[in-house]
Nanobody, 121 residues
């Protein structure tokens, strides 16, 4: 099982960024893919999750309405589209193979390496 997050970078407040999670070694439709973030000095936070088999999505209150998680059906890649970014969104973002239910916002099964998102002017 491998997961690789990419697409992080520096963006100004109010801007957008799209993160990618390339997954391999397992059948995606049986799982959820969760996006988590961890800012310096803070606990890890689940922000979005896609229940891949039926495309049900879950979001934390902190990102609801600004972030969208979706899968490209032609690839084993799950994306996190982040709009109206705020400085508080600055963190290392990770994707994880997760349970195919609401727990995917709280826990991951296997993790990929993170990608740094910095929101600053």
């Amino acid at each position: 099982v491998q997961l690789q997050a990419s697409g992080g970078g520096l963006v100004q407040p109010g801007g957008s960024l799209r993160l990618s999670c390339a997954a391999s070694g397992f059948y995606l439709d049986y799982f959820g893919i969760g996006w988590f973030r961890q800012a310096p000095g803070k606990e890890r936070e689940g922000v979005a999750c896609l229940r891949v088999g039926d495309r049900v999505t879950y979001y934390s209150d902190s990102v609801k309405g600004r972030f969208t998680v979706f899968r490209d059906t032609t690839e084993n890649t799950v994306y996190l589209q982040m709009n109206r970014l705020k400085p508080d969104d600055t963190a290392v973002y990770y994707c994880a193979q997760a349970p195919p239910d609401r727990r995917c916002l709280r826990t991951g099964i296997r993790w990929g390496q993170g990608t740094l998102v910095t929101v600053s002017s």
